[in-house]
């Protein structure tokens, strides 16, 4: 009886378009961190959330399943998504080349892709021209399909390079740890890469967000107490000061309130991301978290 009900609710909800953003593959020299290409992807992800009407999975949550290179296509009828954002970045002395291409699983094509070349890795040039090119594409598909245009980030001014790249590796060990290793020095080396892309660019609230995360797993771990929630509490604070409407910063806001028993506060905290960020799969599963507490 409850398979029919799912079933009958199911047929009945307006198809949504859903896309997953694969690691990108590294072609270049192979010191690069080796999830390197995982932080890249996440971060073009992140960006792309911002186009409301458009589910997107975070690259992080593949890593049970990428385990030998697989066709992108195949992963996307594996994981019934719409649409796979595939690409591939070389590193070298010249600058940073990525290339991309947005894929479509039901015809088996290529909806839309690019290269870009940089002489250094601007983060946030990579990311607003990948997704407004995805969200061009999208809109202009059919008169039916009305997908809203990405909400504006909280700066669109290009990020510098060795900053871009600090950040992405400190989102790489601190993934590492998180999902593979649980090695203390991937944290601590994670938590220096944050600091110093909060002390070059204070503005930054990605930088922030990534900051009180890591202190966080300090005290998850049992590798620290206190303090490590105090300066979590800062960190995340400053994030949302620039950044009210992140959703990564105002999720993890949304544990620490839970860990120190205010519950009512967390029950409104997750009511708004329910309202705003409803395709995040992380909203819904604080919000379970939160409603069986």
Known sequence: ML???????????????????LPFSNLGATEVAPLYGYALADAIAARLARIPSLVVRPSSTLMPLIKVQMDPLALGQKLLVTYVLAGSFLRSDEGFDLNWQLLDVATQSVRSGGAIRVASLDLIAVQTEISNEVFATLH?????????????????????????????????????????????????????????????????????SGLGIAELQYVRHGF?????????????????????????????????????????????????????????????????LALRA
Not at 3 to 21: H, K, P
């Open 3 to 21: 398979a029919e009900r799912f079933r009958e609710s199911a047929s009945d909800r307006t198809a949504q378009n859903s896309l997953v953003v």
């Open 140 to 208: 202009g598909m059919s008169a039916g399909d009305k997908i809203d245009a990405p909400r504006p980030g909280p700066r669109d001014a290009s990020l510098p390079g060795p900053v871009s790249e600090e950040y992405l590796q400190a989102r790489a060990m601190l993934s590492s740890f998180m999902t593979r290793t649980g090695s203390r020095s991937d944290l601590e080396r994670a938590h220096a890469l944050f600091l110093s892309v909060t002390a070059t660019d204070p503005e930054y609230a990605a930088g922030w």
């Open 224 to 288: 620290g107490g206190q303090i490590h929630v105090m300066h979590a509490r800062r960190a995340f604070d400053e994030a949302l000061k620039l950044d009210p409407a992140s959703t990564e910063a105002n999720l993890y806001r949304i544990y620490m309130l839970l860990s120190r028993g205010e519950k009512e506060s967390a029950r409104h905290g997750i009511a708004n991301l329910l309202a705003n960020a409803a395709n995040d799969w992380n909203v819904h599963m604080v919000a379970g």
